[in-house]
DNA sequence: GCAAGGTC
């Protein structure tokens, strides 16, 4: 029997499609990923009996990037990231082994029908799937197709039936219009960001960002919230009066009334209309009307209207609303909380929906009324092919979720009640006055309008804009107030108009749509992928340089709000040039800045740095730091320079003196190594001599830490090594009256790891237990010791595997 | 360390 592979883009989406086409009757297994299944089931196709496995990915497979080389920051041109660098896709979650399951499922199989999604992304991820099993499939004979498109609208029975009956062809074009899109994206956002970043942060030393990023979507979005503060800002009050009657009749309590004129912007004719009304003491009604208002019944919930709700009414974040939506929907409460789509479907079972809250403790008085009497289709909203409106699916209380409320955001506020009256009915002034008012500026933007706003100009999708919203916050461009308003940070605003005064349409919300527009042409196949792409390029390049080249304009703002990197900071260790002192600037990301060379040194993040004795590096004269991580973590001395500029070709950037082959420096990896690490492949323990009295010695590339004689005087790292494993002797001198040693001996030298006097004076600490202790290991590459023998060119040691280091070690755990 | 788009 012949096999059909059948591919869908979501596991939820594989389950009710298989579940549709074979009536309920597939036998389901877990993929070897673990995140997709497998549902299979035997029926007909094209007038054939053959075997159906339906499956799914998880999204896109692949996402593109620049080769290795073009990822450092340091030694590419931002500019070469438009044309030069070469991209590359990779696996888009290399966790899920995306591209071996689907060659596991595909192999042997005869055709496949594609169920992804029936857009543009969907049609993408289709030519992704193709690359990924095409060859592992049979081949078709002759000229017999193998590949089928299934395009469908809803996951409805009829639909799913229907699309199956009319499969198609995926559409090259609209998939080449994505990868254009992915490669546009990744090339001008990287640039600017690299640009942008480096650019400020080799200048300003209290930048409150470490990443300056600017994307397509993300700029935009900061546009918005920037827009309304502008508007606020430049918000001038402006004077207005109003006249304000009350008037009673008889025993009823007095009433307000508003003037239909609403207000004027000049006193004095207020005046004149205050001193005429004054001029009688009657009121007499002249006409009456009566309006009835009704509010629409509300669409059904979509995930971007519930994202606005969530902020609005719950004051919850649209990051966070995904997060517990997926939550739900993942313990049954709610469908499917991604869809675009706000109609329900005509054979929907909305009773049966609404009794499965009719014994909810909050509404099952109103659902049961409404199952009594009734109800009305709801409104018919946009079937956008995805999945149903979001819909309760199970009645839950508010212990069983602990954070619900209800929302009481729809209710039409009562009006004011006003007594029952008729034309000609009259009422006696009780006073007339002109009230004094000012125009009030608008309030920042709040998360739901921006939404409203990001929607309306097609700025992200319903899944990516609480990411675009997340980045503007974490890249400390807006914080979010309370109501959840978002205001825009000194970072953000200066940001904004630099753009403005340099080249607004880095930031209008235009800039998405033109490209879209270009891209929609790949799409239509009224234009060549290459042509496309080439030309947004090119326009985007130029817009790179011009903006590279008026960067100047954007500083003079920047300069008002943060100061510059020679400013900030204090004076800390001497600069190897020019021999005077660099400043250690703390802010993140932490660097040392040498204002007379205007160099600035990276540093390791998440830790602190410490003069290191003044002691200097012996190939460049810088004086060396003590980085440290924290007070119970490790630290090593490096040389600001080697840092970024590693000395030696066995050595890569990030590395610090534990790491350095330096053949005779003593603060080197060679001097202080003392062995092979007891827990990675790679690492050695080097000895921290700053370390004292509670002396140790850490694994340069993983966590581990071995503590050793305590309260001892002294400790050096002997240039002999042990016989019998290799590693450095270590000479240790205690205190006369704290000896550990018998007979009342101060001094001893001995390897660490096999010497029974130092036996019970060593222990590990820290060890993170990455791989259980007792595998079987491999001599793998190790680093440098082992000096007095064996030692190669260029100072690296060629230790051999210690004998028996795993029995030694084993008393060392504690 | 960058983008935006899928989804877990």
Not at 198 to 225: E, H, M, R
């Amino acid at each position: 029997m012949r096999t059909v592979l059948m591919v869908a883009e979501k596991p939820s989406l594989a389950q009710s499609i298989a579940k549709i086409l074979s009536k309920g009757s597939c036998s389901s297994r877990k993929g070897l990923n673990g995140a997709c299944s497998v549902h299979e089931y035997t029926g007909s196709f094209l007038g054939q009996t053959v075997r159906f496995k339906m499956t799914s990915v998880c999204g896109h497979v692949m996402s593109l990037d620049f080769i290795g080389k073009y990822n450092s920051w340091d030694k590419v041109d931002p500019a070469e990231l438009f044309s030069k660098a070469p991209t590359e896709k990779k696996e888009a979650n290399p966790k899920l082994s995306m591209v071996k399951f689907l060659q596991v499922e595909a192999r042997g199989c005869d055709c496949v029908v594609l169920w992804l999604d029936c857009d543009k992304e969907g049609e993408n991820i289709c030519f992704e799937v193709l690359d990924a099993i095409q060859p592992v499939m049979n081949k078709p004979q002759g000229n017999e197709r193998n590949v089928y498109r299934a395009k469908f609208s809803s996951i409805t029975d009829t639909d799913i039936c229907k699309a199956m009956e009319h499969l198609g062809e995926p559409n090259r074009n609209e998939a080449l219009s994505v990868d254009a899109r992915q490669e546009l994206d990744l090339r001008i956002g990287c640039a600017f960001t690299r640009f942008q970043t480096k650019y400020f942060q080799g200048k300003y030393g209290n930048l409150d960002s470490s990443l300056i990023s600017f994307g397509p979507c993300q700029t935009p979005t900061l546009g918005f919230c920037v827009e309304r503060h502008d508007k606020i800002q430049s918000f001038k009050p402006e004077m207005y009066w109003v006249i304000q009657a009350k008037v009673f009749r008889g025993k009823e309590t007095p009433i307000t009334l508003d003037w239909d004129r609403v207000r004027v912007f000049d006193r004095e004719i207020g005046q004149m209309f205050v001193n005429m009304a004054k001029t009688t003491r009657d009121a007499l009604v002249e006409s009456v009307s009566k309006k009835e208002k009704a509010k629409q019944r509300p669409l059904a919930l979509n995930t971007v209207e519930m994202l606005r709700v969530a902020s609005s009414a719950l004051g919850m974040g649209p990051q966070h609303a995904m997060q517990i939506a997926e939550r739900l929907y993942t313990q049954g409460y709610i469908s499917y909380p991604r869809t675009e789509t706000t109609h329900y479907p005509e054979n929907f079972d909305l009773k049966g929906t609404l009794r499965q809250q009719a014994n909810n403790c909050y509404w099952a008085e109103t659902v049961k009324a409404l199952l009594a009497e009734g109800l009305n289709r709801p409104r018919k909203g946009v079937d956008a092919g995805d999945h149903p409106p979001i819909t309760p699916m199970r009645s839950a209380s508010e212990s069983e979720l602990g954070f619900t409320e209800v929302m009481p955001w729809q209710g039409i506020p009562l009006e004011e009640a006003l007594p029952a009256c008729e034309r000609g009915d009259a009422f006696t002034v009780e006073e007339v006055k002109l009230l004094e008012k000012q125009t009030s500026p608008p309030d920042y933007l709040t998360e739901a309008e921006l939404i409203t706003l990001m929607e309306k100009h097609g700025i992200g999708t319903d899944a990516s804009i609480p990411v675009h919203i997340n980045n503007i916050c974490q890249r400390n461009y807006v914080t979010v107030e309370s109501g959840r308003k978002l205001q825009p940070t000194n970072l953000g605003i200066v940001l904004v108009h630099g753009y403005y005064k340099i080249d607004v349409e880095l930031v209008l919300p235009t800039i998405r749509s033109a490209v879209e527009k270009q891209l929609n042409l790949i799409s239509l196949g009224k234009a060549n992928f290459h042509q496309v792409l080439q030309h947004t390029l090119d326009i985007f390049k130029r817009k790179f340089h011009y903006f590279v080249d008026s960067i100047a304009s954007m500083d003079e703002l920047m300069e008002v709000s943060f100061s510059p990197i020679a400013a900030t900071g204090k004076h800390h260790s001497r600069c190897g040039k020019c021999h005077r002192f660099l400043k250690y600037i703390q802010a993140k990301p932490s660097r040392l800045h040498c204002s007379h060379c205007d160099e600035t040194y990276s540093l390791p993040q998440n830790g602190a740095i410490k003069l290191y004795k003044e002691l200097r590096c012996p190939l460049d004269e810088f004086e060396l730091v003590l980085w440290t991580s924290g007070p119970r973590g490790k630290s090593y001395p490096l040389c600001p320079y080697c840092y970024s500029n590693p000395p030696f070709r066995d050595m890569k950037k990030g590395m610090g003196c534990n790491e350095c082959t330096h053949p005779s420096c003593p603060h080197s990896l060679n001097s202080l190594g003392i062995g092979q690490c007891v827990e990675c492949e790679t690492g050695v323990l080097v000895f921290d001599p700053s370390s004292g009295p509670k002396w140790r010695m850490a694994c340069n590339r993983c966590n581990v830490a071995v503590h050793f004689f305590e309260h001892a005087h002294k400790v050096q790292v002997s240039q002999d090594s042990c016989e019998s494993c290799d590693a450095s002797l270590v000479m240790v001198d205690f205190h006369k009256a704290h000896s550990p040693l018998l007979d009342g001996e101060t001094q001893h030298t001995g390897c660490v790891f096999c010497d029974a006097v130092f036996q019970d004076l060593v222990e590990l600490k820290h060890a993170t237990m990455r791989h259980p202790m007792h595998t079987n290991r491999g001599g793998g590459a190790r680093r440098g010791r082992g000096r007095g023998r064996g030692r190669r060119p260029g100072g690296r040691g060629n230790p051999k595997k210690p004998k028996d280091k795993m029995a030694a070690l084993a008393a060392y755990f504690v």
